[in-house]
């Protein structure tokens, strides 16, 4: 019984810190995000980064990882596969995705880029820098 309480109490922590949030205080759903722990200055931003197609990985095979970088965004890369079979580099996203904090606004550590009632645009923003070739 001791352990079982034991096992609980360190268990419960981390599932509270692994949580994601949207900017409306919403639990983001789904096992694809996770905090960007290891990044100096994006430690309280979220990414995608538990997707299983690798970050570079083939779009035919899905949404790839997201990267996370330092300034807090979100960095998506994709490639395409041509007629030979061949992979080439399609492109590159950036997003402003979830944050670790449930308070957007007062915890300041959240990039507050665009936090509005748009449904489409309230939860995820991408950012008006899109690369493709």
């Known amino acids: 019984m001791f352990a079982l309480l034991v096992l609980s109490v360190l268990l419960f922590p981390a599932r509270i810190?692994?949580?994601c949030y949207n900017p409306d205080g919403s639990v983001q759903d789904g096992e694809a995000y996770k905090p960007c722990i290891a990044i100096d200055g994006a430690k309280t931003m979220c990414c995608a980064l538990n997707r299983t197609n690798p970050?570079?990985?083939l779009l035919s095979d899905g949404w790839t990882a997201d990267l996370c970088l330092g300034n807090g965004l979100c960095?998506?890369?994709?490639?395409?596969?041509d007629d030979d079979g061949g992979?080439?580099?399609l492109g590159s996203t950036y997003w402003r995705?979830?944050?670790?904090?449930?308070?957007?606004?007062?915890?300041?550590?959240c990039l507050n880029y665009y936090v509005g009632n748009d449904t489409l645009r309230r939860n995820q923003e991408l950012i008006n820098l899109v690369l493709w070739k």
């Open 55 to 57: 970050s570079g990985g």
């Open 97 to 109: 995705d979830q944050c670790w904090t449930s308070d957007w606004n007062s915890s300041g550590n």
């Open 75 to 81: 960095q998506n890369v994709v490639n395409g596969t």
């Open 87 to 89: 992979s080439y580099a």
């Open 17 to 19: 810190l692994a949580a």
